[in-house]
């Protein structure tokens, strides 16, 4: 039973996935309008729109996520989704966002040289965080497992407040005109909770049939997780950042993307850690995932940078980039290839 009222069915599992599309494309453009709205009304640069306000919110599903499994006791899965997700968002999202967009996807000095590269620097600390809690903490060899603790997990936190302080003092910063006459503000935080709510419900039941499906039809569930559910969780970033790419707004779309992949990645996890106490991290698997997203996100970088724009090329060598991960994915699942250990 689907909640203890729909019946476990695959018939209904896809019509409970194609409803929650549906909701999570109304709350994202909730959650679109409000924080434009919001942003406008405190003078919100719109690079701090999308790296900050938008971002946080499409996090919600990752977030959620790694809670609920921290929680339940299978936090390498929600790792893997959440690095999966975020491998997601620098490769598939700017691709589609960039086809999306009239010409070429516009970014900015502020994008390349301050988001991207910012985010490079909270991948490379998540994965300092996990060595310190192997080396300290250490559980076994093989695969090798260490246990994250509330004080190694406050590390990524703490640098995500250094992340804020910046985004602060850019606001202090930039000389934005406020757009005050006729904002409702109740009511545009108000429409932003709701997105919030929406998206999150939505998401969670589109992630359990996901998952349903997946254990009906012989879907391994790292492969769902690293993928499927990755792709899912991810769908309100997708949503967000191409509708802002086609309303000319680029700078909003990679923002969100970039300040999306730093929420989760220095928030996310470790606030799963912080609520359960402790948590088992496979070093084996986290580690050459963090590889793969940091090859992700250099050539997202390298992409950006050539005349700070995406262009149609370039879109698509990120969406094959992708494709070629899921094929890699799918041969570790079946055996083909052995890179990741404890799988």
Not at 223 to 239: C, E, N
Not at 302 to 328: D, G, H, I, Q
């Amino acid at each position: 039973m689907i909640g203890g009222i729909l019946p476990d069915a695959p018939i209904v599992h896809v019509a409970v996935i194609a409803v929650a599309t549906g909701a999570i494309w109304v709350g994202s453009e909730w959650l679109e309008e409000a924080a434009e709205t919001l942003s406008g009304y405190y003078g919100l640069p719109a690079v701090v729109q999308g790296s900050v306000v938008v971002a946080v919110g499409s996090s919600f599903p990752e977030f959620a996520s790694v809670v609920v499994t921290a929680a339940t006791g299978v936090f390498d899965m929600g790792v893997g989704a959440l690095v999966g997700s975020a491998i997601f968002n620098v490769l598939v999202i700017p691709g589609l966002s960039g086809f999306g967009a009239e010409g070429d996807l516009e970014a900015s000095r502020a994008i390349v040289y301050k988001e991207a590269q910012f985010y490079m620097i909270a991948v490379s600390a998540l994965v300092v965080t996990f060595s310190l809690a192997v080396i300290y903490y250490p559980v076994s060899s093989d695969p090798i497992v260490g246990e994250l603790t509330r004080p190694v997990a406050a590390i990524p936190l703490l640098l995500y407040g250094l992340y804020l302080f910046i985004q602060y003092q850019d606001v202090g910063d930039a000389a934005i005109t406020r757009v005050r006459k006729g904002v409702d503000i109740r009511r545009e935080w108000g429409k932003l909770a709701a997105g919030l709510l929406v998206i999150g419900v939505a998401v969670e039941r589109l992630v359990g049939s996901v998952e349903s499906l997946g254990a009906t039809f012989g879907v391994p569930e790292f492969l769902a997780g690293i993928t499927i559910v990755a792709a899912a969780t991810s769908l309100p970033d997708a949503l967000v950042s191409v509708r802002t790419a086609r309303e000319g707004r680029g700078g909003t779309s990679l923002g969100n993307v970039l300040g999306s992949n730093t929420f989760d990645l220095l928030v996310a996890i470790p606030a799963g850690v912080l609520i359960v106490g402790s948590v088992d991290v496979n070093f084996s698997t986290a580690v050459p995932m963090f590889g793969v997203l940091t090859v992700a996100t250099v050539l997202l970088f390298a992409t950006l940078r050539t005349e700070l724009s995406l262009t149609e090329r370039e879109s698509s060598l990120l969406l094959v980039s992708y494709l070629l991960f899921v094929a890699w994915m799918v041969a570790e699942t079946v055996g083909a290839t052995t890179v990741l250990r404890g799988v």
